[in-house]
């Protein structure tokens, strides 16, 4: 089986979009052992063209000058991960065209194109709602990781196929020996103004998730969960800057299996980037997520894991944090674990159909 596995690699600085491709390969190699997983990301990967501008892949569509369509022909099936969270408009119309329009692609070649595990919507604009209906018409499997985008996609006429979790429930969690007391993320994504939330609010929620833990009695550190790039999303001088600001550890993880032996070496994370607290609890590590969007709480509430403070609605999350790093978390690690290999059956038995 030759496999491309879209919108998800192992080299991007961003430790989930790593977690994504990692697991989703993980996944299909529980089904196809021998399988050659190859990933293509924005502009990175085996593509004859990067993946950039829509009005790019338009172009070849029409001239094929690339051999754009013939490459994606080539595998026996696509996995389209949309970057876990980004089959939305909330990161613009550009970002969704130029996904869709590679779905659109890998229809006109022929290859079977599942749409792997990830939140579907917010579709709030006309055309996102246009450009998400039209994808999932397209695909021959469509596999949501939570109920809210199950609904979702049934608003657009396609229902899903699967109802699974998140990949990264796939990677193999080897015992770690504890290292750290807490790990709070902080997101550059946050920390730096945007469309999400207010960055000074969010600046002063992490100062005080930080300083009450401390007060509490906790050793704390913090992580960057998206590595050094030119990009402003990355965690790293967000994090820095606040480590020299308390006086606090920054750890800097390099690649997936570090920050995974970081977080499941912690009795807790606080997280701001989903796919940290994700790592954490597939590692046997509790974790409070700090959600910005509502690609956090209904994954993990069927995970039965209800401790996900919203930054959105929170009175005051940073006391919300606090009160339930008091509470014992640790109990219910386990059980997650079980809930999620539960929920990635269906998603190995729609591959084996896809094929």
Not at 50 to 67: D, I
Not at 288 to 315: M, N, V
Request: hydrophobic share 45%; aromatic share 4%.
């Amino acid at each position: 089986m030759r496999i491309l596995v879209l919108w998800a690699d192992d080299v991007s600085p961003n430790l989930g979009v790593r977690a994504l491709g990692q697991g989703t390969a993980a996944l299909v190699r529980q089904v196809w052992p021998e399988a050659e997983v190859s990933f293509q990301n924005f502009g990175r990967g085996p593509s004859p063209l990067p993946f950039r501008e829509p009005r790019t892949l338009v172009r070849e569509a029409v001239t094929h000058r690339y051999g754009l369509v013939r490459w994606l022909g080539g595998f026996d099936l696509i996995l389209d991960t949309r970057s876990g969270d980004s089959f939305a408009d909330i990161y613009g119309i550009k970002r969704l065209l130029t996904m869709s329009t590679v779905a659109e692609l890998a229809a006109r070649a022929g290859t079977p194109l599942v749409l792997a595990p990830q939140t579907i919507g917010p579709f709030g604009t006309k055309r996102g709602q246009l450009l998400g209906r039209r994808s999932l018409r397209t695909a021959s499997v469509v596999m949501a990781r939570d109920a809210e985008s199950a609904d979702a996609a049934a608003r657009a006429g396609r229902p899903v196929d699967v109802h699974t979790t998140d990949v990264v429930f796939a990677l193999p969690a080897p015992p770690v020996a504890r290292s750290h007391d807490v790990l709070l993320n902080v997101s550059g994504l946050l920390w730096n103004p945007g469309p999400h939330i207010d960055a000074e609010r969010y600046r002063a929620t992490v100062r005080a998730v930080a300083d009450g833990l401390v007060a509490e009695g906790r050793e704390v550190a913090l992580l960057a969960h998206v590595l050094e790039s030119p990009s402003a999303d990355n965690d790293v001088p967000a994090a820095t800057e606040l480590g020299r600001e308390l006086g606090l550890e920054v750890l800097l993880p390099t690649n997936l299996d570090e920050v995974r032996l970081m977080v499941g070496g912690a009795a807790l994370v606080v997280g701001s980037r989903m796919h940290a607290c994700l790592n954490a609890l597939s590692m046997g590590t509790a974790a409070i997520p700090l959600a910005y969007s509502r690609k956090f709480a209904p994954l993990l509430d069927e995970l039965g894991w209800p401790h996900t403070i919203d930054l959105r609605s929170s009175a005051d999350p940073a006391e919300a944090v606090v009160a339930l790093a008091r509470t014992d978390l640790d109990r219910h690690v386990a059980k997650v674990r079980t809930t999620a290999g539960d929920l990635l059956r269906p998603a190995l038995d729609a591959l084996r159909s896809a094929s």
